[in-house]
């Protein structure tokens, strides 16, 4: 349970993040909680919000993400060009005093603009081969005999990593790996995984 201000913040209602700026002191509770928070089974954080003083005072932000910064992706092929990304998240607070000594006013602002593709992702399924071992159907790299359901176009090699080498099955078969070197916990949740389309 999150409480701002004494203000429940429950994945049922609009959830309220404070720029870290704007943040006085926040207490993590744990273990059993006082009666006045009520439902909370867990820990507790208990946030409260800074407040106008006699002085002007604010604080401002802005942190920047951009595709010129970023890496290649692991799992894509070298020099591929990166997804476009660019994330700007920015902000600030300002306390005054309204009538000195008497009244106060505090207010924050954080915004976001991100801009990145849609969809960036992948997702694969082994196929009926490939939950025996038999990784061979992704060593023909997009030739025209390669099966259509693989969709690469680079050659794969499965390499055993107790040796670096390419697995070779039992002698003569590269990108199989034995059965022996299966193990048994993927085995048992192969057929929890979906059947390729």
């Known amino acids: ?5 004494g203000g ?16 006085d002191e926040f207490k993590v509770q744990t273990s059993v909680a006082p009666a006045e928070f009520g439902r909370a089974g867990g820990a507790l954080v208990v946030t409260s919000l800074k407040s106008g003083t006699n002085d002007i005072h604010g604080s401002a932000f802005w942190f920047n993400r951009n595709t010129s910064l970023n890496t290649e992706d692991f799992f894509t092929s070298p ?11 920015f902000g600030g607070t300002i306390g005054m005093p309204i009538f000195k000594n008497k009244l106060f006013i ?6 976001l603009r991100l801009n990145q593709p ?3 992702g992948f997702a694969t399924f ?12 992704l060593l023909c790299g ?13 050659p794969i090699t499965i390499l055993d990593p107790t040796t670096g080498l390419q697995f070779m099955g039992t ?6 790996i034995p059965t022996d070197r299966i193990n048994t916990v993927g085995q048992c949740n192969t057929p929890e995984t979906a059947d390729p389309i």
Not at 126 to 136: E, H, I, K, W
């Open 8 to 23: 429940d913040r429950t994945p049922r209602e609009v959830i309220f993040f404070p720029p870290a700026d704007a943040i």
């Open 171 to 176: 002698g003569s078969q590269p990108n199989v």
């Open 79 to 89: 020099h591929t060009a990166t997804p476009s990304f660019n994330r700007n998240q």
């Open 106 to 111: 505090f207010g924050d602002y954080g915004g």
């Open 1 to 5: 349970m999150v409480l701002i201000r």
């Open 142 to 154: 997009g030739a025209p005999t390669c099966p259509t359901s693989t969709g690469i176009s680079n």
């Open 126 to 137: 082994p196929t009926d081969a490939m939950r025996q071992g038999d990784f061979s159907e």
């Open 118 to 120: 849609s969809n960036v």
